[in-house]
C-alpha cells in the first residue's frame, strides 16, 4: 500500500502503523514525501532504523515519492538508497499545484509551453537519479487529463519524455475521476507502466473536494477485473492500495485488500 493512506498513524508510531499492515497481510510498502530534507529522519526514524522496522514486519520497500520541486536529487537518493528504495516517483510537479486561502490545490496545466518546460525537467531529473543507480517515474493526477491548447497533459508529457529514463505510476482512481478509462491507460502505456494504485472512485458521494470521491478498491465504479487483466498483460511489476481522505485507514485498506484477493482468486 501507499503509506499516505495511514499518514497520521505512521507520525504517532511508525512501529506500530506498520505491525497493523502486517496483520492486514501486506507485503510492499511505498513511501511517500521524500524530500531530501529530512534531517536523517523520517517518521521519527533513521532511515536504518526505518529499514529495520520494514524488515521487520515483512514489507519490502521499493518506490518512493518525492518532492514535487524535483529537487535535492542526490540527497534523497542517498536516503533512498539506505532504505532499498530502486524507484523515485515524482507524485505532482510543482508546476501543477497552487497554494489559495492557504490551501494546497491541483492546478491544470497553462499551455504547451510549460508542457514542454516540464518535460525537459522530468528527463534532467531522471538522468540524475540514474546516475545514482535509482530509477524514476511519473504518477498522475487528474489534472493531466484536462486538455490545454488541444493536447492532454499527460499524453504530451508521455510523448515526448524519454520512455527508458521517464516510466509511469497510473493511479487508477484519478483516472476513472477525470473520466479515462483505467484498463484502456494501462494498455495504452503497455511496457511503461511499473506501478498503478488501486484506488477506486465513487460519482454517488456529493460534491466536495474531489479526494473524498476516492474510495477504496471495491467500493465504487471501477472495473478492477478489467484493470487487473490489463496490469497482468502489461506486466505491471507494483500495485498499491491507496485512499487518499479515508474515514477509517486500516479499516479501508483491508477491506480493498480482501476485494482484491478475490479478484486474484486468493481467497
Same mark, same amino acid.
Given at each position: 500500500m501507499q503509506l499516505f493512506t495511514i499518514r497520521d498513524a505512521l507520525?504517532? @508510531?511508525? %512501529?506500530?502503523?506498520?505491525?497493523?499492515l502486517r496483520e492486514i497481510?501486506? +507485503?510492499?510498502?511505498?513511501?511517500?514525501?521524500? +524530500?531530501?530534507?529530512? @534531517?536523517?529522519?523520517?517518521? &521519527?526514524?533513521?532511515?536504518?532504523?526505518?529499514?529495520?522496522?520494514?524488515?521487520?514486519?515483512?514489507?519490502?520497500?521499493?518506490?518512493?515519492?518525492? @518532492?514535487? %520541486?524535483? +529537487?535535492?536529487?542526490?540527497?534523497i537518493a542517498d536516503f533512498a538508497a539506505e532504505l532499498g528504495v530502486t524507484t523515485a516517483i515524482v507524485a505532482l510537479?510543482?508546476?501543477?499545484?497552487?497554494?489559495?486561502? &492557504?490551501?494546497?490545490?491541483?492546478?491544470?496545466?497553462? &499551455?504547451?509551453a510549460q508542457l514542454d518546460t516540464l518535460t525537459e525537467k522530468l528527463d534532467r531529473t531522471a538522468r540524475d537519479y540514474r546516475a545514482r543507480g535509482i530509477g524514476f517515474a511519473y504518477h498522475n493526477h487528474n489534472v493531466e487529463l484536462i486538455p490545454v491548447e488541444g493536447v492532454v497533459p499527460l499524453d504530451y508529457l508521455m510523448s515526448r519524455t524519454d520512455p527508458d529514463l521517464v516510466k509511469?505510476?497510473?493511479?487508477?482512481?484519478?483516472?476513472?475521476?477525470? &473520466?479515462?478509462?483505467?484498463?484502456?491507460?494501462?494498455r495504452r502505456y503497455s511496457g511503461?507502466?511499473?506501478?498503478?494504485?488501486?484506488?477506486d472512485y465513487d460519482p454517488r458521494i456529493p460534491t466536495g473536494p474531489p479526494e473524498r470521491k476516492l474510495v477504496e478498491p471495491g467500493a465504487g465504479a471501477i472495473d478492477f477485473a478489467a484493470a487487473v487483466a490489463a496490469m497482468r498483460e502489461a506486466n505491471v511489476a507494483h500495485a498499491f492500495i491507496e485512499i487518499d481522505e479515508p474515514a477509517d485507514p486500516f479499516g479501508a485498506v483491508e477491506r480493498g485488500c480482501r476485494h482484491l484477493q478475490m479478484l486474484l482468486g486468493c481467497v
Amino acid at each position: 500500500m501507499q503509506l499516505f493512506t495511514i499518514r497520521d498513524a505512521l507520525q504517532r @508510531d511508525a %512501529s506500530a502503523a506498520l505491525a497493523r499492515l502486517r496483520e492486514i497481510g501486506l +507485503t510492499q510498502a511505498e513511501l511517500y514525501g521524500l +524530500t531530501g530534507r529530512e @534531517d536523517g529522519r523520517l517518521f &521519527g526514524l533513521t532511515a536504518a532504523e526505518l529499514k529495520r522496522a520494514f524488515a521487520a514486519n515483512g514489507l519490502g520497500v521499493e518506490l518512493a515519492h518525492v @518532492d514535487g %520541486s524535483l +529537487t535535492n536529487t542526490s540527497a534523497i537518493a542517498d536516503f533512498a538508497a539506505e532504505l532499498g528504495v530502486t524507484t523515485a516517483i515524482v507524485a505532482l510537479p510543482s508546476e501543477l499545484t497552487a497554494t489559495r486561502d &492557504g490551501r494546497f490545490e491541483r492546478v491544470p496545466a497553462k &499551455g504547451r509551453a510549460q508542457l514542454d518546460t516540464l518535460t525537459e525537467k522530468l528527463d534532467r531529473t531522471a538522468r540524475d537519479y540514474r546516475a545514482r543507480g535509482i530509477g524514476f517515474a511519473y504518477h498522475n493526477h487528474n489534472v493531466e487529463l484536462i486538455p490545454v491548447e488541444g493536447v492532454v497533459p499527460l499524453d504530451y508529457l508521455m510523448s515526448r519524455t524519454d520512455p527508458d529514463l521517464v516510466k509511469m505510476e497510473l493511479d487508477l482512481g484519478w483516472l476513472a475521476l477525470a &473520466g479515462a478509462n483505467p484498463a484502456e491507460y494501462v494498455r495504452r502505456y503497455s511496457g511503461r507502466v511499473i506501478a498503478c494504485h488501486m484506488k477506486d472512485y465513487d460519482p454517488r458521494i456529493p460534491t466536495g473536494p474531489p479526494e473524498r470521491k476516492l474510495v477504496e478498491p471495491g467500493a465504487g465504479a471501477i472495473d478492477f477485473a478489467a484493470a487487473v487483466a490489463a496490469m497482468r498483460e502489461a506486466n505491471v511489476a507494483h500495485a498499491f492500495i491507496e485512499i487518499d481522505e479515508p474515514a477509517d485507514p486500516f479499516g479501508a485498506v483491508e477491506r480493498g485488500c480482501r476485494h482484491l484477493q478475490m479478484l486474484l482468486g486468493c481467497v
